[in-house]
């Protein structure tokens, strides 16, 4: 018999769950929460001076809480109380949107929230004179009176027609969010229930994932294209909703060139029901970057004798908490700042991380029945969150010596830096506080952090949830990325890929081919995807390890490589996938040279012979070699002298000390560079020739291998620095075939009947999310992402470094 | 290290545009540049103010005896600088026999300064390339050479095509030449206005358009580097000129080897070009991994143009995605690639016009005519211009004609006209105009005769739409109700969000056709196609019906596939029909089949396939679960299921039959009012009516979880 539970009306805030063991960095803070908490029950500002304002931003890594607010020359002085209310344009012919604050509620469709939540939403603009948005879930039928919303038209059309797009304010056409910049929509399939699979037009209880492109917008005329089928159709305004990216400027010019209203940046740490967490980590630049280079660009270009900031409004949002937030947003040239998190923290988000679970204990990212939001509790507690930071808005103003909003949009003069360095500061056009003799930025923070902690639980999370499911991981809200919240641990943790949108389109990772295929040593050597398993010397693992794992590289189509101190019959008998490593010898002995796929030397003592061994190798058994090497700082003139050798492949491994068991090609070597920048370097090298022939390059692979190498992120990295494939170590597939629990340390079984599977399912699962960054960032190739450096941003890394690896900042 | 080039300095210019190519048979007369204008200028609102240019190959009015080195210069400064650079090569044997100073005072930005040069390849090209590094720094660009070719000459500027071609004084009188490709410019960031961002791109005898924004620039950038060039403008289409130039001349690749080079086919497709095209997988591995970082990724549409003394040839190439439209015509004279069919129909009202399949390539010369078309060969070709076809019965209220109008005036006509009343509305001489019928009331009865342009027919909540000739891309886009009826073929993204109504296509329906198709309530959408369809067909489509007849390979007895490849991804409901057989690997997700082998290998190793089984299954003509299935056991196929399945994919029924009784409910209404709408003979329907299906369904959903929710602290 279905068991009836009583419907619990949820009218009050739970308590905020502590997060459990080693500091879990989550950049919504209990902290934070408490704070907007404090906003939504009582209406009033919290942060009632600039010192408030600093010290709200203490402790954080995000690049606005590294930025205070700084008083104008004549400061504080007697004034009547500061107008916050700005107008988002209606340029072409359309009506202007007036906002009583310079604030708009994120896109939250319905589906993603349940009913209730969009309709306090609703209300409350209504209520405070700002706008909300009926996000991509069409438009619920209890608040299409209403006028205070936009209207999403987003890839899958949903719920959308003549009437829908007529309703409300404007059209936000939706191409990207920055919790997943290149990848659609995802509502999972467990809340397409109730009224919203006939709103939505879709099956019921199957995951609806939007096209990560829209397929009528590949190109910057394509979208001015349905810029204007729109307008024509309704009359309505039509804004545009971007990702944070590495185009992001010229995105909001073309925007603004093809007759849009608004521009709608959307950065890292947006809020999302659903989103891979690979994609969120690592695709996007950070939106105070993203506005501040694309208004500054929007200001330099004209068209017809009038800069294009004139025709467009910009609205920023990506985790903004606070009043100082949109502040400091507006003085980086936003009109006005989106916030999605945040009312839903107003009406009661704990930050438990379950949207795409449909298990929101809160009643607001669900569509349980047995849960129910106070629709006018929630109503009013956005409304007060609204009251309380327009109070902040005005106190911060006044002490900021402002009249008025306007005056602070796009005025660089009321930020000052504190903590970033020279680079970054040129980029967001800002003076560092202290003035130019005050000491270059350089904090502990920025540098890279090194072992015990480098495996943090949640990496190891990942890597487990992908060996139970054989899938990307699916993660929804908040983040714990590098550089902004965590901190960076190594040089990937400060690049970003990127996500394509409007100039070329991203490729649909679930449902369109994209291929993941490499091709080694002329052709000798196929891997699936671009990553093998590097073993050798490697105590750690027990024979039997070494076996499933050459099984496995033997089933995925990979390759493992396997010293020939443990090398066995049991080994050998998936030798089609074994590099086998020779260590001292020359040669392999008798029968198991021709039961392997490849050899592998290493490049040590006696440099000298390593011509002939190649060559005598080569000849006997016909088979690729490849040579190892340390990230040594003068790798680009031993990678010459192996490519001389004619090496099939040439691995750049991590150095490890022998002794602790430590990375030691780290910035502050002075004999290794980091794993990175080596490989980067020795990239370019192999591309020239001095006298004219082809570039070694062309004939001999690289490939790049660390024990510190976690997963699809790190991959994707390695190969647009220049790899070929990378190399997993033993960590990971510890971590892999690990159940429960997030320590490397603990005993592992090999041969339990479920490790081969594991294996397996890491494996694809890394495939799926590389496929997931490579779709993202708007290519259906491996192949075409070698060496592609234009495709990664760097956040405020050590300009030197930035040089070395090659790769531009974000923001350019 | 070295410190020859950095990535992180690289400039990024980002475009989109129009692309138009035409090119003379050895029979017929040279064509004129203002015919060129004519037809790129249909194209104008794909492009701007901002950029537009022509290259014409074997002008009658230029001899082709020395190289004419074209440069952008400046200023007088630069010019000496550049001359000076070029005179360097002098002891290397290049020759300078005449030149035009550049005439500052003329020219708004940058002026062409002109030198006639004898000199080898190599020579030629090292000095165009030191001029260009040395008079680039930091993203300035004081002298560019922007054309260096014997048998061809680049016009290009800022402005739209007509600014161009008056300020090359190209009208009066016209020039003629055997070839012109020519191209209007839509730039995202256009930083001043300067003519070396503008298409054309030229080097040696190659000259390129090119629409798209190549997701691969950043991979392509350090290829073209240790080739031998060190200054970009950072333009994508800049590149790939570079690109084809060095395939060809430098790695000596043939035509078509260069152009699957560049567009890389998937590797899954190299069988099938093996067969077509006659290039043996081997040789494809090998173009695919000797130049990794000529390979070029994301959307692109090119027309290349090459001449020397023998032939004039061009080449088109697309992306294997299909980002961009791109569309292919011949007359008795000529050859055509375009953006748009507009700018061919302009020139030639009965030229045969056909989009160009994906991961294809268009190669034609002046003595050779077509060597690929970018259609499978066996193909039956469908062309609404030689189509035997019904008269147009309807009497309109109203009937306006179109030509000279731009799309806003178009709409506002047909607008005023149903404000007064008018039911049945007939347009003539539809030349490319957009959104038409984007905002008509229900039951308004619309009659385009011509060539509508994109867009047609967007959010349609009821009016009858028919066009007497080919309708463009992203027709019917999140149409509600009412009918779309073209008597020719439509090309890509027909039908996009399709959620009620009807869509019926007399010939060809092109790529992601029905895709997001979805039904509610009582609301059945259909789109019935008479020819064929591209690929992606019924991509994401949740409901309603698709059904590609292939009616005349019907007709003739062909057994060739009508549909193109990944047919149905992430289908979730709806009904897909084809007629005909279809290659099993085309249908849904199948992984590469040399991964699955090498897994079903590794199971055998492991003992859990038996030798015959293996061999069995590696016979298969597609490694599809069904087929495979019955030859494993129970382990080995929870094992290899894994490959194949997602959460976020639904299995498909995948039948090749005749039709049965429910099928015959769904689709024989459909059937006879398409019959009855193009006046096709019913000997044919019942030919069509016993014939053998393919029909695509989703499986039944999964159940859906139910567990509780979590116990949260309260």
Known sequence: MKKIRAVKTINSYLRIPTPKGVARGEFWSPDRIEYMRQLSETGKAAIRSLDDAAQYAANSRSLRDRIRLSPAENGRGERPQPDISVQLNGFNGTKPIPLAAPLVWGDMSFGAIHAEAVKALVRSAEATGILSGTGEGGLHPDIRHLKRFNVQWASARFGVDLETLKSGSAIFIKIGQGAKPGIGGHLPGMKVVGDIPSTRRIPEGRDAISPAPHHDIYSIEDLGQRIWALKLATGQPVYVKVAATNYVPYVACGIARMGGDGVVIDGHLAGTGATPEVIRDNVGIPIEIAVAASDQMLREQMMDGEPLRNRVSIIAGGGVTSSTDMLKLAALGADASMMGTGPLIAMGCVMVHRCHTGKCPTALATQKPHRLLDIDWATERCIQFVNGLKEEIELLLDELGYDSMNQLIGNRNALKAINLNDETLEILGLERAGGRSAPKSRTETDEPTEAPDFWTPWRINHIKANADTGEALITSMGSQSPPFVEPPRVICDWLRSDGAQVTRPSVDPYREEIETSVYLAGGKTRLASPCFFDLSRYDRLEPEAHALIARTASAVGALAVVSMDVMDERIARYGRAVALDLMSEDAPPAGMGEQVAAFLIEDRADRDRLPLRVESLKRAYGKPVFVRTPPIRNIHRRVKRLADAHVDAIIIRDEVNAETGEVVSDLSSDQHYPLEIALSIADMAMRFSENGETAARCRVNLLASSERLRGADDIFKLIALGADAAGIGDAALIAAVGRAGGDLDDEVDFESPDAPIRLENYYWATQKELKLLLGAAGTSSVTTLLGSRELLRSVDLDPNARELLDVKPAGR | ?714
């Open chain 2, 1 to 714: 290290m070295p410190a020859r080039f950095r990535h992180d300095k690289i400039p990024i210019h980002h475009d989109g545009c129009g692309v138009l190519g035409i090119l003379a048979k050895s029979h017929a007369p040279p064509i004129r540049s203002d015919e060129t204008l004519t037809a790129i200028e249909c194209a104008r609102f794909r492009g701007s103010k901002f950029g537009a240019g022509f290259t014409g190959f074997k002008i009658d009015a230029f001899p082709e005896k020395y190289v004419t080195l074209r440069t952008f210069v400046l200023n007088n400064e630069a010019y000496a600088e550049a001359r000076k650079t070029l005179e360097s090569f002098a002891p290397e044997g290049l020759q300078i026999v005449h030149e035009t100073p550049p005439d500052f005072a003329s020219a708004s930005t940058m002026a062409t300064w002109e030198a006639y040069v004898l000199a080898d390849d190599e020579i030629l090209f090292n000095a165009a390339m030191e001029i260009n590094a040395r008079l680039e720094a930091d993203g300035v660009f004081r002298a560019r050479v922007y054309s260096s070719a014997k048998h061809h000459v680049t016009f290009k500027g800022v402005g739209y095509p007509s600014d161009v071609a008056e300020e090359y004084g190209m009208l009066d009188p016209a020039l003629s030449a055997r070839m012109w490709i020519a191209h209007t410019r839509q730039p995202t960031n256009s930083p001043g206005a300067y003519p070396i961002w503008s298409h054309p791109f030229s080097l040696m005898e190659w000259s390129i358009v090119h629409n798209g924004d190549v997701s691969s620039f950043g991979g392509n950038i350090p290829f073209m580097r240790s080739a031998g060039v060190e200054s970009v403008v950072g333009n994508d289409s800049e590149l790939i000129c570079c690109l084809i130039d060095y395939l060809t001349r430098v790695e000596q690749l043939s035509l078509p080897e260069a152009a699957l080079t560049l567009t890389s086919p998937y590797e899954r497709w190299w069988k099938r070009i093996e067969a077509d095209e006659g290039i043996d997988e081997q040789r494809l591995q090998q173009l695919a991994m000797n130049y990794v970082g000529s390979h070029l990724d994301g959307p692109f549409a090119v027309v290349a143009g090459h001449a020397d003394d023998e032939d004039v040839h061009m080449l088109g190439i697309i992306d294997r995605l299909k980002f961009r439209p791109f569309v292919v015509g011949e007359d008795e004279d000529r050859i055509y690639l375009a953006s748009e069919e507009c700018e061919i129909r302009v020139l030639s009202p009965n030229a045969a016009v056909w989009g160009c399949d994906p991961g294809r390539y268009v190669l034609a010369s002046g003595k050779e005519g077509f060597i690929e078309r970018g259609l499978a060969p066996n193909r039956v070709m469908f062309e609404f211009t030689n189509l035997k076809r019904p008269a147009d019965k309807s009497t309109p209220d109203a009937v306006i004609d179109a030509t000279g109008m731009e799309y806003e005036t178009l709409n506002r006509e047909i607008r005023k006209v149903s404000e007064d009343g008018a039911k049945n509305i007939h347009i003539l001489r539809v030349r490319g105009q957009r959104y038409l019928a984007v905002n008509l009331p229900p039951e308004t009865h619309l009659t385009l005769h011509g060539a509508p342009g994109n867009c047609l027919a967007n959010f349609n909540e009821g009016a009858h739409i028919s066009v007497w000739g080919n309708a463009a891309d992203d027709t019917a886009d999140t149409m509600h109700d009412g009918s779309i009826t073209i008597h020719g073929s439509a090309r890509d993204v027909l039908g996009q969000a399709l959620q009620g109504g009807r869509i019926y296509v007399r010939g060809d329906i092109g790529n992601r056709a029905g895709i997001l198709m979805r039904q509610y309530v009582d609301r059945r959408p259909v789109i019935m196609a008479g020819g064929r369809a591209g690929n992606y067909l019924g991509e994401y489509m949740s409901g309603g019906t698709i059904a590609v007849l292939g009616l005349a390979e019907l007709e003739c007895g062909s057994d060739a596939q009508i549909v193109g490849d990944f047919v149905a991804p992430g289908m979730l409901g709806g009904r897909i029909y084809i007629r005909g057989k279809v290659d099993r690997g085309c249908v849904g997700y199948v992984p590469n089949r040399v991964d699955v082998e090498s897994y079903l290998e590794t199971l055998q190793i492991d003992g859990l396939i038996a030798d015959g089984a293996l061999r069995q299954i590696m016979a298969l003509p597609a490694l599809t679960l069904d087929l495979m299935e019955p030859l494993l056991e129970e382990e080995a196929i929870l094992r290899v299921r894994r490959l194949y399945d997602s959460k976020y994919r639904m299995p498909l029924i995948v039948r090749e039959a005749p039709l049965d009784e429910e099928d015959i409910e769904v689709l024989a209404p459909h059937i006879d009012r398409f019959f009855e709408t193009f006046g096709l003979e019913e000997e044919l329907k019942a030919k069509l009516l016993d014939a053998v299906f393919t029909r695509v369904l989703a499986a039944p959903r999964m159940a859906l979880e139910t567990d509780p929710p979590p116990v949260i602290e309260e």
